[in-house]
T-cell receptor
Framework: GAGVSQSPSNKVTEKGKDVELRCDPI?????LYWYRQSLGQGLEFLIY????????KSGLPSDRFSAERTGGSVSTLTIQRTQQEDSAVYLC?????????????FGDGTRLSIL | GESVGLHLPTLSVQEGDNSIINCAYS??????FIWYKQESGKGPQFIID?????DKRQGQRVTVLLNKTVKHLSLQIAATQPGDSAVYFC????????????FGQGTTLQVKP
């Protein structure tokens, strides 16, 4: 499809387990973002990738969170030793960085539930 | 610190009326603003954006107004339809050089038939 694709759409896991969330951005978009959305809240920035530049990791809440982007395309967000407070919807977005619109286009997210 | 907030958590309008959703932002250095619509179980959907060198921009049935003097952003929806019912978020591109957006908490728009 033409949009941002995220998988899995839902993930339920036990506290202490590691999880990996995947994001396929829109083809041609050089910038990729991860956000987190808790129930009934706005989006909280986690990390930003742009081309070959060092990622902006300033939003990652702890060192249990990490992300990588391979080949300038697909990205994986990894949460180690999950805690119940990690339960949220994790949203990925991609965008152009030049041109008439800088709009970030979002996937439908991964709903993560930690038991 | 940087923050973007919405004045009203819920807005209820009659079908066919115009809707106005407001947003206040705190970072006067922000140069880009964007409105999203989010339906239940979906990711935010882009509606319209505006750069700080503009004060108005129109799309299909939507208009965004930017008042930099009072740091205020609004989204106007003309002839509101039931399909417009959703949560609306404003966001700003903050003062850092990265592309991260700072989101408000959202306003729920309820359209009564």
């Amino acid at each position: 499809g033409a949009g941002v694709s995220q998988s899995p759409s839902n993930k339920v896991t036990e506290k202490g387990k590691d999880v990996e969330l995947r994001c396929d951005p829109i083809s041609g978009h050089t910038a990729l973002y991860w956000y987190r959305q808790s129930l009934g809240q706005g989006l909280e920035f986690l990390i930003y990738f742009q081309g070959n530049s060092a990622p902006d990791k300033s939003g990652l809440p702890s060192d249990r969170f990490s992300a990588e982007r391979t080949g300038g395309s697909v990205s994986t967000l990894t949460i180690q030793r999950t805690q119940q407070e990690d339960s949220a919807v994790y949203l990925c977005a991609s965008s152009l960085v030049t041109g008439s619109s800088l709009a970030q286009h979002f996937g439908d997210g991964t709903r993560l539930s930690i038991l | 610190g940087e923050s973007v907030g919405l004045h009203l958590p819920t807005l209820s309008v009659q079908e066919g009326d115009n809707s106005i959703i407001n947003c206040a932002y705190s970072n006067s250095a922000s140069d880009y603003f964007i409105w999203y619509k989010q339906e239940s179980g979906k990711g935010p959907q882009f509606i319209i954006d505006i750069r700080s060198n503009m004060d108005k921009r129109q799309g299909q049935r939507v208009t965004v107004l930017l008042n930099k003097t009072v740091k205020h952003l609004s989204l106007q929806i003309a002839a509101t339809q039931p399909g417009d019912s959703a949560v609306y978020f404003c966001a700003e591109k903050g003062s850092s050089n990265t592309g991260k957006l700072i989101f408000g908490q959202g306003t729920t728009l309820q359209v009564k038939p």
